[in-house]
Every structure is written in C-alpha cells, then in structure tokens.
C-alpha cells in the first residue's frame, strides 16, 4: 500500500500525458497497478522496480490513448518554444565569453532561498512548463531520478531526455531569477 500510495500522483501525471482527461488516466493508473499485480512474478529485476512499474504505466497510456483515438503527438507536449534559445544570446560576445555574468545567488541571505515564497515560485514554473518538460525535471529533480530512469519510464532517448531537462531548468531557474530581483528590489 506504501508503494502505491508513493507512486500513483507520478503515475497520474505521467498517465496524463498520454490521456485525455483526468477520469481517463486514473483508469490507466488502476489497470497499470493491475498490471503490475499479475505480472509480478515475470519481474525479473534487470530494471529498477518503480522503472518497471512505469513501463507498464507508460505501455497502458500509450495503448489507452490510440484506442480512445485523442492521442497527443510528444512533439506538441514539448512546447512551443523548441526554435528558441534557451539563453540570451547577446549575453556573449564573438569569442564566447559572457558579456555580463550571471546573477550571483550568495550574496542573498539562505533564509531567502529557502523560503516558502522561492519554493512556490520554483512549483509555479514547473507547473507552467510543457506537460514532457515539466515530467521529466520532476522525476529528476524534485523525485531524485536517475537519467536511465526517466528515459526508460518515459520511453525518451537520451538525447531528448536532456533537452527536456535543460530546457525545463532553464525557464525554472529564469523565474527564481526574476523573482529574488523583485525581492531584492
């Protein structure tokens, strides 16, 4: 009952992904668990347990989503925003250096990037993300993924699996930014 309670709000949103509505994926997540339940005993450990309980979570989305015909096609859960930079690029002159650095973080006080309101900016940004870019740097770096894990319980290669987390770290870190300036304004 732990496991399940740990894993169905990832399975729900990685389900979601796939499904079109909410009602539909907490089926996906029911027949998935069910899944699990009886192939239990063909897990043959080459994977971690959660990767395997998330490719048959994934399996069930994708094979749920083409018979429900409202299937979203990855590219489109990516955003719109693949032709764009993921930086300034006036922040660099002819040779590559940096123009101007980066904001320094230490000089604000720890109790600042701590807080609640820099943790509920950094929740917003995700949440505002693509529904891939958004996935990919929870299980990453809210859930504590390993790379191999997210490309393999969300089907993605590596190349991809890393433009979908710089991409995501990139706009989150751009939103903590604007918002310790308008705090420290």
């Known amino acids: 009952m732990e496991l399940v309670e740990r894993l169905t709000p990832s399975m729900r949103r990685v389900a979601r992904m796939f499904v079109s509505t909410d009602a539909v994926a907490d089926e996906v997540v029911q027949e998935a668990?069910?899944?699990?339940?009886?192939?239990?005993?063909?897990?043959?450990?080459?994977?971690?347990?959660?990767?395997?309980?998330f490719r048959i979570l994934v399996n069930t989305a994708?094979?749920?989503?083409?018979?429900?015909?409202?299937?979203?096609?990855?590219?489109?859960?990516?955003?719109?925003?693949?032709?764009e930079p993921t930086w300034d690029p006036t922040a660099f002159d002819a040779d590559g250096n940096w123009t101007?650095?980066?904001?320094?973080?230490?000089?604000?006080?720890?109790?600042?990037?701590?807080?609640?309101?820099?943790?509920?900016?950094?929740?917003?940004?995700?949440?505002?993300?693509?529904?891939?870019?958004?996935?990919?740097?929870?299980?990453?770096?809210?859930l504590g993924w390993s790379?191999?894990?997210v490309r393999n319980a969300l089907?993605?290669?590596?190349?991809n699996q890393r433009v979908l987390l710089h991409r995501a770290r990139a706009k989150v870190r751009a939103a903590i930014e604007d918002h310790l300036r308008s705090v420290s304004a």
């Open 147 to 149: 790379s191999e894990e």
């Open 33 to 53: 668990w069910v899944g699990v339940l009886k192939g239990i005993d063909a897990f043959e450990g080459r994977s971690s347990l959660r990767t395997w309980i």
């Open 100 to 142: 101007s650095l980066p904001m320094d973080w230490r000089g604000l006080p720890e109790e600042r990037l701590a807080g609640r309101e820099t943790l509920a900016v950094i929740g917003r940004a995700i949440e505002a993300l693509p529904p891939m870019q958004a996935e990919v740097i929870r299980l990453r770096d809210v």
């Open 155 to 159: 089907g993605l290669t590596d190349t």
């Open 62 to 83: 994708k094979t749920r989503g083409q018979r429900e015909a409202r299937s979203v096609p990855f590219a489109t859960l990516a955003g719109d925003d693949l032709d």
